[in-house]
């Protein structure tokens, strides 16, 4: 595949995904932490959003992490069995069908979301469900809402990074997302 260097470009002009990880703060969001610890090196070209619970990812949040400019989205949470929340995977798995369906009838590749189970003790792993998601998104290229962007500005330029909730910008407004994410859990309910 011909290298990308149209839309989202690193000051080399290769292409540079933008990529989105909403984290279970019990268990990825510590497994992430455990390979910080542990220096793993791992791309770094993502940004975490630390949810309660991975059951507690909706759809819209992931459709607004497109919206915004985001190539690749990651959902991460406990293992099957072992949420803090008893249910919040299985409802997890429940919404990123749902929401994978939504996003293949808008066009998207199936590989632009992926959702993935890691625990506080699996460092290792995390880095590498983070290379192997991050090779998959830079081989698949720009999301199709960055490849035509319907406001008239190229996603990734001054004028689109200067744009108010805009993920173009290094993920300057990630907090937009983070904010309806982070609400009290209430997995049960």
Known sequence: MAENTKK?????????????VFACNWCSYAGADTAGVSRIQYSPKFRVIRVMCSGRVRASYILKAFQLGADGVLVSGCHIGDCHYIFGNHRAIEMFEKTKKTLHVLGFEDERIQLEWVSAAEGPRWGQVIDEFVAKITELGPSPVNQVSGNGREPGSAESAAGEGDLAGGFATADVISEKAGKACDCNG
């Open 8 to 20: 989202t470009e690193s000051g080399n002009g290769r292409y540079e995904p933008k990529i989105l």
